[in-house]
DNA sequence: AATATCTGCAACATCAATGTTGCAGATAGA
DNA sequence: TCTATCTGCAACATTGATGTTGCAGATATT
């Protein structure tokens, strides 16, 4: 039912986790999935997720919100504001993309938006995340990392379209087929990715000149 | 309430194009929008929706599959398999670009997986465009257009995201208020749109060197 | 002008999803 | 072991969306 409440138990706070973690699963692919569908793909009753959250909407809410403030923290770590801006932006990118892959629905924003409060709250996160993201990008211009005539608004996307095509497609191409696992990332691999999108970033696809 | 009928009357044909124009817009903000909503927008009644679409899902796939058939055009225009790489990319891009602004959502393929038949022709058309889209990469790739050592996979992946950041996006970066209608892109926008992604594909936006 | 077709309206049936409740059995934590 | 908490189950109420039908008035087409 309610959302805040007191101390839960221990198992209470796993089917939590559980809950979130399956309805991330099965909202990614379908973003109009039922409660029974994140139910069955939990392991749990449906009664049991209504237990725990309120509504359809204040789970998604909580998603939302615990997915941007992941991100948040992995783009503060990358010290967006005062690290040289390639170095910036490259623990950025590692930092985002090792999050991103397993908020793959919440950061959409393509839940239908819900309650006022938790939207609102998300929606102040996602800004200043962005405009952490703005610094950085117009450091690097001002640097000479990035060309200094390019609009700083086709940066972000570009750079934002990158970073979710690399968290999306897997490191080998491989779509993945529904529901099945994906596959956990490694060092490696995250820093491939990362390096890769920087690369195309900056240097785009065609031969070196 | 059916697909297949005989000669529509011209008043009748126009309603259904206003439909399909209004459920473009209404669900490319919204894809769980009712059909209420897409009434309103188009100005009709609901009734009169379900007198032209077998039903939601119809209407849906109808209009997939129309999307993909522009674009399946607009990409074979272009002369992929023959015309000089970067010639075919160019103007592949340009031609979809005019087309997809007006598919927003259509060619998500965020429409709850719907009819069997036409998921099946979408689903053949997209394949095969995408195959089309190969071929150039492929072409490009051997006239040393792309970086030789590029994953093409990766190449096409980014190709396509930089087409829907262009085409999202409109071209001012401007990002477009609900409900704003968009506005209608001059051939020179176009051309400039398209500019500016084949040069962000091949070049990235770092310095020149 | 005559006719066939289209549309809005109002009313209806149906259905699926949401959210609730009570209870009995299982489980964590002391 | 004892107790508070958690869970599944079954049943229920509610709601909102879908899709249907009949009819009367408007509009296209000839």
């Given at each position: 039912m309610s959302t805040t409440g007191r101390k839960l138990r221990a198992d209470a706070e796993r089917s939590i986790r559980t809950i979130m973690e399956a309805a991330e699963r099965v909202l990614s692919e379908?973003?109009?999935?039922t409660m029974e569908q994140i139910a069955e793909a939990a392991g749990v009753s449906r009664t049991t997720i209504h237990r725990r959250f309120a509504s359809r909407e204040a789970l998604i809410d909580i998603m939302t919100v615990a997915a941007w403030k992941e991100i948040a923290e992995a783009v503060d770590a990358a010290r967006p504001a005062t690290a040289p801006p390639q170095v910036a932006m490259y623990q950025a990118t590692a930092n985002v993309l090792r999050v991103k892959s397993g908020w793959r629905f919440a950061?959409?924003?393509?839940?239908?938006?819900?309650?006022e409060q938790a939207r609102a709250e998300a929606a102040r996160i996602e800004a200043d995340t962005i405009g952490k993201c703005d610094v950085v990008i117009r450091r690097a211009q001002q640097e000479g990392?990035?060309?200094?005539?390019?609009?700083p608004l086709w940066v972000r996307r570009v750079y934002l379209a990158l970073l979710t095509e690399a968290a999306h497609g897997a490191y080998s191409g491989?779509?993945?087929?529904?529901g099945e696992a994906a596959p956990a990332e490694t060092d490696a691999d995250i820093d491939e990715l990362a390096t890769r999108v920087m690369d195309t970033l900056l240097r785009g696809l065609g031969p070196g000149s």
């Open positions: 379908n973003p109009g999935a950061l959409t924003g393509q839940g239908p938006l819900s309650g990392v990035i060309r200094p005539d390019a609009d491989h779509a993945g087929a529904p």
